[in-house]
Structures are given as C-alpha cells and as structure tokens.
C-alpha cells in the first residue's frame, strides 16, 4: 500500500521546524536542560490537535505525549513511535535557514552564507544514491537539525495521514517527543505509565533501509586525582600535582588502538571527553564502549592498571575511580521479542526497500527505553552529515519513512489475534 494519492506535508513540517533553535546543554542540570527545546515541542502539540489528535500535551518536563486512536475493536499491542526534539550541541544550531535543492543533480552543493562547507558525493557517499531526490541542507553557518527533526516531521506526518484514513486497519499508537536525546538524559523522566506502550520505534537512523537493533554498551568513567599543594618557592619533597598526574594518565591511554581514532565496526575504544583541575584536585571524564556489555568491565580494568601506573610514578596522588552506567545494548532486550524487529523488516519489504540490519556505534533513545519495558529499535529517517554544517536530508527518504511506518502499524494489526 504506497501512499501515492497522498499530499506529504514532511517536507514543509521539517523546514519550519528546523527553524527553531532546540539545541540542548549538556551542562545544565535542569529538565528539560534548556527551555526552548519547549519552543518546538509546543508547537507540535498545537499541529496535533489541528489535525485532530485530541488528547496531544506538553508536561513540564518537555515531553509531548499524544494518541491515535485503534480503528479496530480486536487487541493490539499498543505502539510507540518517538523522536526527540532537541539538536547537538556540538555545531550551533540558532537561525537556521533550511534550503531546498530540487531534483537535486549530483553536482557539489556550496552552501550560500559560507562558500567553504561543501557538500559532495565524496564526502558523503550515500549522497550518489540520493541524486534526483530533493534535499534539504543548511546555509553554511549552522547545523540543520534532520537529526532528529526529520524524525519528528516523520511522525507528524504519519499522524496527519493516519488521522485522515481511518479506513486503515492498525492499534492504538502512541506518540512521544522528548528533549535532551543529545545530551543522554532524553528519557529520564519519561512516565513509562503514562505512556503505555509494549513496543516502541524510534526515528533516529540515517540511510534509507538501515534497520538498527543493536547499540553500544555505555558507560561513564570519572578518575580524579588528589594532589598536595605548598607554595612553588618551597615546594621542593612538597608539592604533589594533581594537573601532571592527570596528564600522565591521558598521555598513557592508546593513540593506535582502543580509542575511537583507530576502530570501527565491533569494536569498542576508551575516550576521554574532559578533564579539568587545579593543583589539589584533577578529574578526567571518559567514556568506555563496547557491544559485548560484558567487556566494559574489562575496558574499565585496563584504565584502573593505567591510573595505578599512574600514582606509582607520583608518590603522595590518590585517586578515586568512578563508574556510571549510561546504557546498555538494546539487542540484549529485542532478541527477547524478535517480533519487533520481525515486523519492522516486513514493513521495509512492503515499503519496497532492501532491509539492512545494522549496528549502531552509539546509542539512541530506544536504547534505555528497551530496559525500562520498551523493546525500542531505531528505523531510518534519512538524516545524513549529523551534527555538522554538512547535514543534510532527502525530502523521499522522509516520505519513504513514512510509508513504512503506515504499513508496520498495519502489520502489527494483522499479527494479532
């Protein structure tokens, strides 16, 4: 069943949202960590009730909750599809301009406000797939935000139709946007029994056909040394330096292997993503990555031989080893119930799509909802180039990603008793 009499309106809903600045902080305590991430999420409520989802509400905590309704009688598994709202904070993301290349032709698109951001079929590979489609980018000067508006836009869209073709037989299917995705608290205080959803799918993936069901184990890692402070003129059997015995520590982890620079595919690395200090006190922040949830306390083994060799080397340092779980692997909860990813790959196939299974170097939403009680893969939206001034999206992929979920939230109506 393609979608063929219907009018998208992704594309329009996508620009406007992208619009809006949603950026989110990772440094602020708060939740959501900025209130204009609300901006948006505001406006989607107002959109949902004009095209009649009734119940559509924005809590406190930045989270948007609405329903469409079942058009059968029979019982459904309820389902969530979920996007977050929020952009990275690693590219500025205030006055966007979204600009539209139709039928785009292959050729290097230079982006307006800055002539020097060029995005190329060289750069981008999957970019030669996408040649004829109509794209989306930004004008040079921010990121655009496809990652995960284009995600949100999917939705949006998905609602309109569904809302408009109640002859479609499907469940009852819950809507959830969330803040603060980008940051890693984007479902932290998300009311599980508000929702109530048995099966999720998030809209965050990239290439057209890539079906995501498996992530990163994560965790966080804190090291801090304690150093012995005295006057520099008379410090000679005194002073300890907290700030040199950090350094040393960062100096000993692996330039060649075990960090991010040098792997790829299953393999997991050691990253160190801050440190700060004064003479007394220095903490290095890490994160440790791996598929296998079982070989991070292995990785976390190996940093705490290196912060040993560490102190040996200044006498006096103590240190303090801490470790915070992030998330875990979404596949150690989806292949308790196969069906989720079953029937999302029947989805692709009716959309007319090649599936590809993939795993994912990092995390999304779904990963930490799978362990709250929503089995919660990731499904493609097209968004490409993420997080730089070379993001971009396809206008068809966005439409395609809504077909799909059309037909998924058909399959699962069909599977029920």
């Given at each position: 069943?393609?979608?063929?009499?219907y009018?998208?309106?992704?594309?329009?809903?996508?620009?406007?949202?992208?619009?809006?600045?949603?950026?989110?902080?990772?440094?602020?305590?708060?939740?959501?960590?900025?209130?204009?991430?609300?901006?948006?999420?505001?406006?989607l409520?107002?959109?949902?009730?004009?095209?009649?989802?009734?119940?559509?509400?924005?809590?406190?905590?930045?989270?948007?909750y609405?329903?469409?309704?079942?058009?059968?009688?029979?019982?459904?598994?309820v389902?969530?599809?979920?996007?977050?709202?929020?952009?990275?904070p690693?590219?500025?993301g205030?006055?966007?301009?979204?600009?539209?290349?139709?039928?785009?032709?292959?050729?290097?698109?230079v982006?307006?406000?800055?002539?020097?951001?060029?995005?190329s079929?060289?750069d981008?590979?999957?970019?030669?797939?996408?040649?004829?489609?109509?794209?989306?980018?930004?004008?040079?000067?921010?990121?655009?935000?496809?990652?995960d508006?284009?995600?949100?836009?999917?939705?949006?869209d998905?609602?309109?139709?569904?809302?408009?073709h109640?002859?479609?037989?499907?469940?009852?299917?819950?809507?959830?946007?969330?803040?603060?995705?980008?940051?890693?608290?984007?479902?932290?205080?998300?009311?599980?029994?508000?929702?109530?959803?048995?099966?999720?799918?998030?809209?965050d993936?990239?290439?057209?056909?890539?079906?995501?069901?498996?992530?990163?184990?994560?965790d966080?890692?804190?090291?801090?040394?304690?150093?012995?402070?005295?006057?520099?003129?008379?410090?000679?059997?005194?002073?300890?330096s907290?700030?040199?015995?950090?350094?040393?520590?960062v100096?000993?982890?692996?330039?060649?292997?075990?960090?991010?620079?040098?792997?790829?595919?299953?393999?997991?690395?050691?990253?160190?993503?801050g440190?700060?200090?004064?003479?007394?006190?220095?903490?290095v922040q890490?994160i440790?990555?791996?598929?296998?949830?079982a070989?991070l306390?292995?990785?976390?083994?190996?940093?705490?031989?290196?912060?040993?060799e560490?102190?040996?080397?200044?006498?006096?340092?103590?240190?303090?080893?801490?470790?915070?779980?992030?998330?875990?692997?979404?596949?150690?909860?989806l292949?308790?119930?196969p069906?989720?990813?079953?029937?999302a790959?029947?989805?692709?196939?009716?959309?007319?799509?090649?599936?590809?299974?993939?795993?994912?170097?990092?995390?999304t939403d779904?990963?930490?909802?799978?362990?709250?009680?929503?089995?919660?893969?990731?499904?493609?939206?097209?968004?490409?180039?993420?997080?730089?001034?070379?993001?971009?999206?396809?206008?068809?992929?966005?439409?395609?990603?809504?077909?799909?979920?059309?037909?998924?939230?058909?399959?699962?109506?069909?599977?029920?008793?």
């Open positions: 069943m393609a979608l063929q009499n009018q998208h309106t992704v594309a329009d809903r996508f620009m406007r949202y992208a619009q809006i600045d949603t950026q989110s902080d990772p440094n602020s305590p708060s939740q959501p960590s900025t209130e204009k991430q609300k901006d948006l999420s505001r406006m409520v107002e959109e949902l009730r004009a095209i009649g989802v009734t119940d559509a509400e924005l809590d406190e905590h930045g989270y948007v609405a329903t469409i309704p079942a058009t059968v009688d029979k019982d459904v598994p389902l969530c599809y979920c996007a977050h709202v929020d952009t990275a690693d590219c500025s205030a006055g966007v301009k979204p600009l539209l290349h139709m039928s785009w032709d292959g050729k290097d698109i982006l307006p406000d800055d002539p020097t951001v060029v995005i079929t060289h981008h590979p999957y970019l030669k797939e996408r040649i004829g489609d109509d794209i989306i980018t930004a004008s040079g000067t921010t990121l655009l935000g496809a990652d508006k284009a995600g949100v836009a999917i939705i949006m998905l609602a309109q139709y569904l809302i408009q109640p002859e479609i037989k499907h469940g009852t299917i819950r809507i959830l946007f969330t803040p603060d995705e980008e940051v890693g608290r984007g479902v932290n205080a998300v009311d599980m029994k508000k929702l109530g959803a048995q099966y999720g799918y998030t809209l993936g990239g290439e057209r056909g890539h079906l995501e069901g498996e992530t990163f184990s994560a966080g890692v804190t090291v801090v040394f304690h150093g012995i402070s005295a006057h520099p003129g008379y410090a000679k059997d005194k002073m300890v907290a700030i040199k015995a950090a350094s040393a520590f100096d000993k982890l692996p330039r060649n292997e075990w960090c991010p620079e040098t792997t790829e595919g299953m393999e997991g690395f050691v990253h160190p993503v440190i700060q200090g004064v003479l007394e006190k220095a903490s890490l440790v990555r791996d598929f296998d949830s070989l306390a292995k990785h976390e083994e190996r940093l705490r031989a290196l912060v040993d560490t102190v040996r080397e200044f006498p006096g340092v103590t240190t303090e080893f801490i470790i915070k779980e992030q998330y875990r692997n979404m596949r150690e909860v292949d308790q119930h069906q989720v990813m079953d029937y790959a029947q989805a692709y196939q009716r959309a007319g799509l090649e599936v590809q299974r993939m795993s994912v170097r990092g995390g779904g990963s930490r909802l799978s362990f709250m009680g929503l089995p919660c893969p990731n499904l493609f939206t097209g968004e490409m180039g993420i997080h730089s001034k070379q993001e971009y999206v396809s206008v068809q992929d966005m439409e395609k990603a809504v077909e799909v979920l059309v037909h998924l939230a058909g399959i699962w109506e069909e599977q029920s008793n």
